[in-house]
């Protein structure tokens, strides 16, 4: 995944009444221009089963670590994205891993929120897994998805000169969808 560093942060919101107990997440900067191309909100999850050697965010691999993601952050992202006063490009999606099993729902969700309510907003996703091993479930998520960004981090072949990815086996698919030739 993106271990680029993260410039940008802002406390995350918690004590939520309105609680969906599948997802959590870690961070939410609502502005980032650091992980993917413009201005962009980005959302860390929790949950990654990859355990890759040399993880820089190895805290957010217990699914249950952070914040549960609420419907109230939900519409937060939305108004962000909605924003006139400060132009977002999109919507980043890292980790953890938003493919997590028992991410996939509430990701889904959100993305198909996104393109629904944030139309011209692209949606970079960054995953731990390989774009042709996803099951059913992670690759519901892809038709929401412009840009993937898929594979493990490899310390063998980490390379500080990639700017969006952390070793140079990971590969930044757009349209991962079309690629897989489910259409988008
Ligand atoms: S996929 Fe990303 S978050 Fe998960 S263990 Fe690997 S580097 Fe860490």
């Not at 939520?16 to 650091?34: A, F, G, L």
């Not at 089963?49 to 217990?62: E, F, L, M, R």
């Not at 393109?115 to 998520?141: F, H, M, N, S």
Request: with cysteine.
């Amino acid at each position: 995944m993106n271990h680029s560093v993260r410039r940008t942060h802002l406390p995350s919101p918690s004590e939520d009444p309105q609680e969906t107990p599948d997802m959590h997440y870690q961070k939410y900067h609502p502005i980032d221009v650091v992980n993917g191309p413009g201005t962009r909100c980005t959302l860390f999850v929790s949950g990654c089963v990859h355990k890759c050697p040399g993880c820089y965010n190895a805290s957010t691999w217990n699914a249950n670590s952070g914040h549960p993601f609420t419907p109230a952050l939900a519409d937060r992202i939305v108004a962000d994205l909605q924003d006139a006063q400060i132009p977002r490009r999109g919507l980043t999606l890292s980790g953890g891993d938003p493919l997590y099993p028992g991410n996939c729902p509430s990701v889904q969700a959100l993305v198909r929120r996104v393109k629904a309510e944030c139309p011209g907003k692209d949606i970079w996703l960054w995953t731990g897994y390989v774009l042709e091993a996803l099951d059913c479930a992670q690759r519901a998520v892809l038709p929401y998805i412009d840009v993937l960004v898929d594979g493990p981090f490899v310390q063998a072949l980490a390379d500080r000169r990639l700017q969006l990815c952390g070793s140079s086996n990971q590969r930044i698919i757009p349209h991962p969808a079309r690629r897989l030739g489910e259409g988008a």
